[in-house]
């Protein structure tokens, strides 16, 4: 369930997780999943069938989706910008960005785009995860993009194993040497709260961990 508290902002929760205060209601689950879904398929792989226009950085104008939804889905009659922001904002990966009244996917794309994210204050360390059968391949060949336009790495080896675990039980997790690839050049954005973007990895720069390390404030 999404709500707006009136003094700390939106909440998927029954009741503010600051003040407890009930809130006032924007969605139900229901809605919550489908707009999520249908946001993410515009900003991160068909805006134009929406027939939406998106800048080469990936930001699409915030007016021009809610009337695109409200019109290709009619029961969506109600939807305004506020609604889309409240998904924004309250998303807990940081898939998306809002600037001004326009909106854009941080990662995930499969979309040829220009993202300008932050390259600075990137963790030392970064982990990918991959299965048993890929483990030796990648390790010998280096990590490149399959179906999306980016390799994305993960901050902690928890969150690497989480986004395996939809491919395969036992994800296998790699660590990446990401200060040292940093300092051979190699670019590194931070897109999510816990993803990161390169181009590719070489496999010098890859190991497979064998222990999970401590993830403390992950």
Known sequence: ?????????????????????????????????????????????FPDRYQLTME???????????????????AYHWLRT?????????????????????IRATYGHTLEIELDLPTENIPPQLFYPVTPDEASIVLEVGLRPSDRRKVHLSKTAEDARAAGSVRTPEPIIL??????????????QQAG????????????????????????GA
């Open 1 to 45: 369930m999404l709500k707006e508290c009136a003094q700390h902002g939106y909440f998927r929760a029954e009741a503010c997780p600051v003040c407890a205060q009930p809130g006032r209601f924007l969605m139900n689950d229901r809605e919550l999943d489908h707009l999520g879904r249908i946001l993410t398929g515009i900003l991160r792989h």
């Open 56 to 74: 080469p950085q990936g930001w699409v104008s915030l007016p021009a989706i809610v009337r695109a939804i409200s019109q290709r889905h009619p």
């Open 82 to 102: 506020q609604h889309l922001v409240a998904i924004a904002e309250t998303d807990a990966k940081g898939r998306y960005e809002v600037r001004e009244d326009k």
């Open 175 to 188: 660590e990446v040497d990401a200060e040292r690839a940093r300092g051979a050049g190699i670019v590194i």
């Open 193 to 216: 709260k816990t993803v990161y973007l390169v181009d590719q990895v070489p496999a010098e720069y890859l190991r497979r961990l064998e222990k999970s390390p401590t993830t403390d």
